[in-house]
């Protein structure tokens, strides 16, 4: 395990690959991103981001009160518009770390999942989270707006949701956002792992190669019009077919004929 002061990075071998699991540490804090948690994290991410070998990557929060109960709210009292920017910035550049992450991302949202922890989850490519779990943006309440990967919201959940929920600063429960799509599992408190564990068995019998190119094929249609998307599958098609990864998938099902 790599210990840093407010996060954890644990590497585990399985049959299959590597899988790696953060945990971001400050339970007393409802795990709040602090500038130095970013720090750490877009650190950590960044050194995940460089293992060609790891298959998958799990986040979650310490403790079982939160995944992340927003950003500080002790550094946010503090803040003027050139700090509110940097601090801003910082959150942004550890978030978006995250989601550059070339293997997938399984977002584990066990507790409150608000502001800047609903933006960390939606980098996320998969999400899960237990029953009794609330999320939501709230800062409107605290007199500022929502931003940075706030702007994903609306393509995952929709765009009156998503408005529902950025203009009121109200929370939505655990099925409320299965329902409009924010997160894909909701499962009873204390089986969260349950439905980790059945999504990392399905990555690991993937060819991890083809995950790969599919995450950064998802990547690009978020901003390609849908004939460059077509076009730059073609290319990613072709590019699969370099490598021996095909051929040795598909053989298991042309034996079992």
Known sequence: MTDYE????????????????????????LNAMSTAMNHELRKAAHALSKDKDLRAVV?????????????????????????????????????NEVRMLPMPVIGRINGFCLGAGLELAAVCDMRVAEEGTKLGMPEVRVGMPSVIEAVLLPRIMGWGKAAEILLT???????????????QQVTPKGRIDDQVEAWLESLLASGPQA??????????????????????????????????EPKAYLSRFTRKG
């Open 169 to 183: 600063g109200d929370m939505i429960d655990a099925q409320d956002a299965k329902q409009c799509g924010l997160i």
């Open 59 to 95: 986040l979650t929060g310490a403790g079982d009160k939160a995944f992340v109960g927003g950003a500080d709210i002790d550094e946010m009292s503090e803040l003027d518009a050139p700090s509110a920017r940097e601090f801003i910035t910082n959150l942004h550049r550890a978030i």
């Open 211 to 244: 995950v790969r190119i599919q995450k950064r094929l998802m990547r690009q249609w978020e901003n390609l019009p849908i004939d460059a998307a077509i076009r730059s599958a073609i290319d990613a098609f072709e590019e699969s077919h370099s490598g021996p």
């Open 6 to 29: 407010y996060i954890q990075v644990a590497r585990e071998m399985r049959k299959g690959g590597e899988i790696a699991t953060i945990t971001l540490n400050r339970p007393k804090k």
